[in-house]
């Protein structure tokens, strides 16, 4: 493979008019606008919850932060305070339950669609003339990894917007050497570990990060300190806010996934079931953006091992390690939920795919044929590779085990197949699109824009088509049936909840719930506590004690009143 991946020496770009700068900040805003708008219709008949328990324990915690009702959420999984801490303030606005997941969405519509422009950034580090970076931005900016979560109550909304601020000031702080950039890029990465264990491994790569370039005097001594400090005040910040959460909300304790992922990491049995699920978490990312994020792998690698210097090989080596460290890690502390979903998962690398999908477009858009060809055929490899090793040591378990759709929604799209785990048929629709995208970047037309801007407007054509299509797969087709979900309705009082009534009503009540906290009880154990007015409780509990009246019933549950 020649050396010259992405970053061969090229010619600038076209000469330009002096007044296209002055309009370059409103095509970045008017673009982040179109995108604002998109996610916004994409998720107009969203009032509730709907991915659980995660987005109620992000927006429970975001409620306690901003001086709400907490609750008890004990046994479940961590759900960190970096995040709920952005959202904190929509609690201010208002403590309707519906409103509130409105703003948050909103909220989330904000974050990824400034994507966008961050996008733009990462093109321009890259080299990349302003018309071809705009254009590509664009398109990447509508990729599934940045629409599936913007609407949600999820870290997922913001993580891959964070990523490109962080890489763009990583970037600035190595070749540019300003303690600025340093001090934005550990800031991000302190809050990413305040936000999720993602953030946790991405604040270890920027540590072992700045160190090396420390070390290699790639930055001052003045500009790598300010980069450590700012992210440990950031980093020791977001622990406290944290200790403060998992004290307040779960006081009897988490999910243990830490001792779950060192008890892997230490036996050769977790270990194959650590490397199995992160080889199937590649192959997601290829095949969630149509191969590009393969060529852009492959790319990064072609950097870091050829000899020579390059201005990209620690940005390579940072973005690998970062992708690698996410994808094992995650691997090795996911509990074993007998879900398809374990061993084959797009959600936890979704975060840096965008950021492949642009390294791999620059990729192809500066190679030569043979070279484009070669990294096509390399990440076609890729795929195959990664998908097999997951399939082979998931056996059975991809066809046997529960399959949740909403896991794998870019698979779903590319094979046609909506209620069951078809591997090979996403595979080779992801195979097709990675080969009509290839020959798009080969088209080398000489029009009065320049030959480079004519390439990376083809190129975008031929991504956009994939992203809009999926766009239109998940957009609403009509709004949603409003009528009785089955759960309680609940107005006001102190509320009491039988700690037999299941999680997937109890996790809605706590969100519904703003007025108060709701008490966790056992009508069975003695009386229940004075001031009560509901008790929510399950049905073998039996008949209510004196002074409590049945008012409801429903699938799981027996509302009782005194009040």
């Not at 071809?132 to 931005?137: D, G, K, R, S, V």
């Not at 305040?194 to 370039?213: E, Q, T």
């Not at 990064?300 to 690998?320: E, Q």
């Amino acid at each position: 493979m020649q050396t010259s991946v992405i970053d061969r020496p090229v010619a600038g770009p076209a000469p330009v008019s002096r007044s296209r700068p002055a309009r370059l900040p409103w095509l970045l805003a008017g673009g982040w606008l179109a995108h604002l708008l998109l996610r916004l219709w994409l998720y107009r008949y969203h009032a509730g919850p709907v991915a659980n328990p995660d987005e109620v324990g992000y927006l429970l915690a975001a409620r306690w932060l901003a001086g709400g009702p907490g609750g008890d959420y004990s046994g479940s999984t961590f759900y960190q305070g970096g995040y709920p801490l952005l959202l904190a303030p929509v609690y201010w606005l208002s403590t309707d339950p519906v409103t509130v997941y409105r703003l948050v969405s909103g909220f989330g519509a904000v974050a990824s669609a400034s994507a966008f422009p961050l996008a733009y950034l990462v093109l321009r580090r890259l080299a990349l003339g302003r018309r071809a970076a705009l254009a590509l931005a664009f398109v990447a900016g509508l990729a599934p990894s940045l629409l599936l979560f913007s609407g949600l109550a999820l870290v997922d909304a913001v993580l891959p917007t964070l990523v490109l601020g962080w890489l763009v000031a990583f970037h600035d702080l190595v070749n540019r050497r300003g303690v600025v950039p340093g001090v934005v890029a550990g800031a991000l990465s302190g809050l990413a570990m305040a936000m999720h264990m993602r953030g946790a491994i991405l604040f270890g790569v920027f540590v072992v990060g700045v160190l090396g370039v420390l070390v290699f005097r790639r930055v001052s001594l003045r500009a790598g300190l300010w980069a450590l400090g700012a992210a440990a005040l950031a980093g020791g910040a977001g622990m406290l806010v944290n200790a403060r959460l998992k004290a307040a909300l779960y006081p009897s304790g988490i999910k243990d996934l830490s001792g779950l992922a060192l008890e892997r990491v230490t036996g050769l049995e977790g270990q194959a079931r650590s490397l199995a699920g992160a080889a199937g978490q590649i192959w997601y990312l290829v095949t969630a953006t149509w191969g590009v994020a393969g060529i852009g792998i492959v790319a990064a690698l072609v950097v870091l091992v050829r000899r020579g210097g390059s201005p990209y090989r620690v940005m390579a080596g940072i973005l690998l390690a970062l992708t690698l460290g996410i994808a094992y890690a995650s691997s090795a502390a996911l509990p074993d939920e007998h879900r398809v979903g374990n061993y084959a998962y797009g959600r936890y690398l979704a975060c840096v795919a965008v950021a492949w999908t642009l390294v791999g477009l620059v990729a192809l858009l500066r190679s030569r044929r043979r070279t484009a060809l070669a990294l096509a055929s390399a990440s076609a490899g890729l795929l195959a590779l990664s998908g097999g090793l997951a399939a082979w040591y998931a056996g059975d378990r991809l066809t046997r085990y529960t399959y949740i759709a909403f896991d794998f929604p870019e698979a779903a799209f590319l094979s046609g197949v909506r209620d069951r785990f078809d591997l090979v048929g996403a595979s080779v629709a992801a195979l097709v699109l990675l080969a009509a995208i290839t020959a798009a970047s080969l088209v080398r037309t000489k029009t009065p824009i320049g030959r480079k801007v004519a390439g990376a407007l083809v190129l975008a054509f031929a991504l956009a088509v994939p992203n809009v299509a999926f766009a239109a797969d998940i957009a609403p087709k009509s709004a949603p049936a409003r009528g009785n979900d089955g759960l309680p309705r609940l107005t006001h009082g102190r509320v009491g909840l039988d700690t037999r009534v299941k999680w997937n009503i109890w996790v809605h009540l706590i969100h519904r719930v703003h007025w108060t906290e709701v008490e966790r009880v056992r009508p069975s154990d003695g009386p229940l506590p004075e001031g009560l007015c509901t008790v929510v409780a399950a049905p073998e509990a039996g008949a209510p004690p004196a002074g409590w009246t049945v008012s409801g019933r429903g699938q799981g549950w027996v509302t009782w009143t005194a009040c």
